[in-house]
């Protein structure tokens, strides 16, 4: 596997060089690396189906409607065009309630009780059950541990991820959401709180996350090392990528 220097864009001279020049196993090939952060959803769990198309189904029962799962995509891929940041980057479930709402009228729901039901499914996504692991996650986590690197999550959601850890039998060192800091990712203050948390200096830290523009952008604006994870292979483009987690021990040199 070729390895690189993470946190920059390799030319493709830059890439056929380190190529040439790859060095052995057990060389960390990150260094000074102390810490791994990551971002939780997409990048460690997934929703499980309480969160998709039948559990829009479920909910717009309790409230009276009766939504199509077949028209869930392209619902959520509407919404999606929709979708705004906090202008100041602060945390607001309001943004999660319109969203899901915009879903649940795409499906079919009538004006009126799309709201409500709305603010129950986004509620949904507060619930640690309601995720799955990916298989990779447990092993690569123990194996990071193991080599000393502190692991810190950082996340845009309203749940505990600390708890969640804990829930999903988990080891971590630090752990933020936006709803406890107040700011999303990609504010520089997010990554900050864990990194005090963890008392590691920026320089020392990587960060793995699947969105370019909170978890890559929002890292190398610290300096930090970022690291996408590509699961569905929709970016291949992008350097540094991974499409599993099992490739990044060996990328730091493990
Ligand atoms: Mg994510």
Known sequence: ?????????????????????????????????????????????????????????????????????????????GALVDLRRHPELEHDDEIWFRFTEQIVLGMGGDAESAYACAVE?????????????????????????????????????????????????LEVDAGISSFHHGRTKPHASIFRAVLDLLGVEPAHALMVGDTISDDIEGARALDMRAILLDREGRRPEFEPRIETLDELPPLLGL
């Open 1 to 77: 596997m070729p390895r690189f220097e993470l946190g920059t864009s390799p030319t493709r001279t830059e890439r056929a060089t380190r190529l040439r020049h790859t060095p052995k196993p057990g060389h960390r090939v990150a260094p000074m690396l102390r810490a791994v952060l990551f971002d939780v959803d997409f990048t460690l769990a997934r929703p499980g189906p309480e969160l998709g198309p039948e559990g829009y189904v479920r909910a717009g029962e309790r409230h009276g409607l009766r939504l199509e799962p077949g028209r869930y995509e392209a619902a959520r891929d």
């Open 121 to 169: 499914i986004t509620r949904a996504w507060e619930r640690h059950e309601n995720f799955e692991l990916y298989d990779d996650v447990p092993d690569v986590l123990t194996q990071l541990r193991s080599a000393g690197l502190r692991i810190g999550l950082v996340s845009n959601s309203a749940r505990d991820v600390r708890e969640f850890a804990r829930h999903h039998g």
